[in-house]
């Protein structure tokens, strides 16, 4: 079990390629269940979530070859196999398995999804598009099991705006039968990218990235090649990092309309951003304003970037309000902040914070993905030396993170934690 290093206070300059985003991996992978021929994804996140999800795939018959950012997967083999436990416990995002098998064999057993703990994260809305196209579902010893004679294609209304659910129902109806329409649909981009693959296989999906979206089923779906869409979440955390610390950073394969809110935000605190194509140009910032966020859907505040936003917000002069009305206690990382000497108190689904403070190196834990995000900005931001433990959680989202910020100038380091650590780090 290693630990992460970071010793604070250096200028980060240079540029920084942008993986592909996380959040489309995990669905485009389960996607190409769909397929009756190989699906070929191009651009895929190296992080711990797109190895086990390639994986599950295995383990249901698939051949997936997965070489550096590639994966090919022949799906013709594959069986409606349950996989009531074992990796579909060790990401959220298996939940897409649900959608991707019972739209292929119109049956599946999918254990309920582990990942981030960010409050209650129910499915309810899934699995009332999947009852809403014909399935009986039941949840038995903590295993969804689903079950149609034939999917039909129906109008479903999301009563939660909601991408997993939206994204799990599109993967199901594109093999109903007639039309299926999902309104009040989340609009995030990476919902657009699993309709661009699935309609690349032969889907007829309209709408996608509306709040309404319509879907004319079909009888198969074949095989394609596809490119995944730069991540946004990994792009914005870089954002910030780059007006944190940064005298001169690019950031590089990115999609500029995915970041309006959080661009917004940063300029608004005084950052000078210059935008090309799908470059991003940070430069040095001298003094930071304090501001209010509040996350939303997309086109909304990510609540995926207030973690990291909220660390940032620390060396900002004035008291701000940060609001998550996605994940109301996604606010974890607040605790480790205060260690590292910031000034921010969590009232109801707000964090409170005020500054400027300078933050100092502390031993901090990353609970969850973001929280770590957060955790390396303030490291980076600190005098001293921080220590954060939890890195499976980073792993889990940020592509070769050490490498990617050591080129930025950064002094950052991976270490084998002693038996007392990892001793004392369980026991937390
Ligand atoms: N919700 C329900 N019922 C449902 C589904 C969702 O009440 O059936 C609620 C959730 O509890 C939450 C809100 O609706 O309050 C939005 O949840 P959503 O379903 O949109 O989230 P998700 O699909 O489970 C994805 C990302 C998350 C990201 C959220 C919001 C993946 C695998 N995960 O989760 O990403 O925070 O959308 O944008 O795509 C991360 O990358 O760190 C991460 C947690």
Known sequence: MEKLKIEGGHTLKGSVRISGAKNSAVALIPAAILADSTVTIEGLPDISDVHILCSLLEEIGGTVSLENDKVTIDPSKMVSMPMPNGKVKMLRASYYLMGAMLGR??????????????????????????????????NEQGAIYLRADELVGARIYLDVVSVGATI????????????????????????????TLLTSMGAKIKGAGTDVIRIEGVES?????????????EAGTYLILAVAKGDGVLIDNVIP?????????LREMGASIKINDDQIFVSKVRRLEMVDIKTLVYPGF??????????????????????????????????????????VKVEGRSAI??????????????????????????GLMADGITEITGLEHIDRGYENLVEKLMSLGAVIWREQMTKEEIKNFQNS
């Open 257 to 265: 309309q995915h970041l309006e809110s959080l661009i917004a935000k």
């Open 168 to 195: 799990n129902i599109m993967l199901a109806a594109v093999r109903a039968k007639g039309q299926t329409l999902i309104e009040n649909a989340a609009k995030e981009p990476e919902i657009i990218d699993v309709a």
């Open 353 to 378: 914070v005020s500054g400027p403070v300078q933050l100092q190196g502390a031993k901090v834990k990353a609970t969850d993905l973001r929280a770590g995000a957060s955790l390396v900005v303030a």
């Open 105 to 138: 064999f119109k049956q599946a057993v999918i254990g309920l999804p582990g990942g981030c703990h960010l409050g209650p994260r129910p499915i309810d809305q899934h699995i009332k598009g999947f009852e809403a196209l014909g399935a009986k579902v039941t």
């Open 221 to 233: 779906l074949h095989g394609c090649q596809h490119t995944i869409i730069p991540d946004r979440i």
């Open 302 to 343: 990510p609540t995926d970037l207030q973690q990291p936003f909220t660390s940032l917000l620390t060396a900002a002069e004035g008291t701000g309000i940060v609001t998550d009305t996605i994940y109301g206690s996604r606010f974890k990382h607040i605790d480790e902040l205060r260690r590292m000497s910031a000034n």
